[in-house]
């Protein structure tokens, strides 16, 4: 199965700031995904990535404060917009691969001050 | 909607212990389903899946079967270590939907 290489792993952020993540996939897959875990809660699905097409975002999620770029098959990055404390989270990008399932870069934790 | 619901933890058992962790499901027609964990720190790992009714999804020792008779997926393992003490989560990707959709996850500690 493919391997994705996410960063940051980790950052400290100050609010109004932005912080963009990154997610390089080591072989090509046609959807991505990017997921948010708040402390001590599951997964919540904020948007999918398709190459050459604007991402679909789900309710809640709006591309003004989670804008989602997928330049090619391979990459994908997340902006979380002028952050506040209530965007303090795990954040991890997904790949879709078939017969495989789903992998998972290894997260982004978030925190901001 | 989609939705999963996994039995509330923590789960705390000794080593050597038997585990199961309850998940149902609610999909339209015959989702895949999965389950993974994420050790302290980590992302998230595919532990194991199963993409139609009877399947059995087995790995590291752990095992699952899709039933859709009963719309569940519960996770086994007939004897756990301390290592296996992680988050599990359950999760379903309906056919043509593609999405996974998770469990609340479930919190298991094995105790030595």
């Known amino acids: 199965s493919a391997v994705i290489s996410q960063k940051p792993s980790r950052d400290i952020c100050q609010r109004g700031t932005s912080l963009t993540i990154q997610c390089q996939v080591d072989?090509?897959?046609?959807?991505m995904f990017w997921y948010r875990q708040q402390p001590g809660q599951s997964l919540t699905l904020i948007a999918t990535?398709?190459?050459?097409?604007?991402?679909?975002?789900e309710s809640g999620f709006v591309i003004d404060k989670f804008p989602i770029s997928r330049p090619n098959l391979t990459f994908s990055t997340l902006t979380v917009s002028n952050m506040s404390p209530e965007d303090s989270s795990i954040y991890l990008c997904?790949?879709?691969?078939?017969?495989?399932?789903?992998?998972f870069g290894s997260g982004t934790r978030l925190t901001v001050v | 909607g989609d939705s999963v619901t996994q039995m509330e933890g923590p789960v705390t058992l000794s080593e050597e212990a038997f585990l199961t962790i309850n998940c149902t499901y609610t999909?339209?027609?015959?989702?895949?389903l999965f389950w993974y964990v994420q050790y302290p720190g980590e992302g998230l790992q595919l532990l194991l899946k199963?993409?139609?009714?009877?399947d059995k999804g087995s790995n590291k020792g752990f095992e699952a079967t899709y039933r859709k008779e009963t719309t569940s997926f519960h996770l086994e393992k007939g004897s756990v270590q301390v290592s296996d003490s992680a988050v599990y989560f359950c999760?379903?990707?309906?056919?043509?939907?593609?999405?996974?959709?998770f469990g609340a996850g479930t919190i298991l500690r094995v105790k030595s």
């Open positions: 997904s790949a879709a691969q078939g017969d495989y399932g789903y992998t």
């Open positions: 072989s090509q897959v046609t959807m």
């Open positions: 990535a398709n190459q050459g097409s604007e991402a679909t975002y």
């Open positions: 999909a339209t027609g015959y989702p895949s």
């Open positions: 199963a993409t139609k009714a009877d």
């Open positions: 999760a379903l990707s309906a056919k043509g939907g593609n999405k996974l959709v």
